[in-house]
């Protein structure tokens, strides 16, 4: 009998979203290093070129053996595998576990030349269950529908560039970076002059203007702390302004992760 993966990764809440290295988010005015492993859901997807695998876009443990992560960081015929406990990706720390992945679920309804369609989602399944420890945890998933005030305090995390559109490998960030955000409501995102009827009801805004999210960051999560002291993952990283990561009234757009449960539940 095939178990769901929402069903797969309910099981696992008890221990969900509780790192045991503590965030430091007390003085971050901008993205800056990370204190290390503590966001240890963040994993690091790396594609193959030739014989080497180079990081591509982040994504979230969500259950023992689910990521979730961006539809537009999956191409055809690509060959993926998934890093945890990463941290500084220029050294070897000791605490990495490498995982192949054994399933590709990309959202049926995701279209990569209508961005704006949504539905930005993958979820992979990997070979075996990582060792949860210190350094490799699990984000909770917030309730079905559940929608956060404007001007929510969240952080965004990951490797790529803090402030330029860059596509160059080289350029990204090799440790993983703290980026304060403020969740931005839809009605505001959604407002002329801001991003308009490019952002959907499933999509979530947050960050813009100093702090963004960036190359490299994308299909990572949007962690947001709930009233039980858990961190939740609210968002995957979707898509920036074309211009600027950084421009002004145009913030981060996330696929929304609460308007996703019933296609987590489908999938097996």
């Given amino acids: 009998q095939r178990t769901s993966a929402l069903a797969s990764i309910k099981c696992f809440l008890f221990g969900c979203g509780t790192p045991a290295v503590k965030p430091d988010t ?30 591509t876009c982040g994504g979230t443990l969500v259950g023992p053996r689910w990521v979730l992560t961006a539809g537009h960081c999956i ?17 070897q720390e000791g ?50 529908g559940e929608i956060l005030a404007h001007e929510t305090p969240c952080f965004i995390t990951g490797w790529g560039n803090l402030y330029s559109n860059v596509t160059d490998s080289s350029a990204f960030r090799t440790w993983q970076a703290l980026k304060p955000c403020t969740i931005a409501a839809h009605d505001v995102c959604s407002s002329s002059g801001w991003w308009g009827t490019t952002v959907k009801s499933t999509m979530v805004c947050a960050g813009g203007d ?7 960051d994308s299909g990572g999560p949007l962690n947001c702390l709930g009233q039980d002291g858990r961190w939740y993952l609210q968002g995957v990283t979707s898509f920036v302004s074309s211009l600027v990561c950084n421009e002004l009234k145009k913030p981060t757009v996330f696929t929304r992760t609460s308007a996703f449960t019933e296609w987590l539940s489908e999938v097996n």
């Fill in 75 to 91: 191409w055809p015929g690509d060959v993926y595998r998934v890093v945890l406990g990463e941290h500084d990706m220029s050294v």
């Fill in 26 to 55: 007390n003085r971050i005015v901008n993205g800056e290093d990370a204190r290390p492993h503590s966001w240890p859901w963040q994993i690091s997807l790396q594609v193959k070129h030739g014989s080497r695998y180079h990081h």
């Fill in 95 to 144: 605490t990495e576990q490498i995982r192949d992945i054994l399933r590709i679920i990309v959202h049926p309804a995701w279209d990569i030349e209508h961005v704006a369609n949504g539905n930005d989602l993958a979820l992979l399944k990997l070979d075996k269950s990582p060792i949860l420890n210190d350094s490799v945890g699990v984000a909770c998933l917030p309730a079905a």
């Fill in 210 to 216: 100093v702090v963004s999210g960036c190359n490299g």
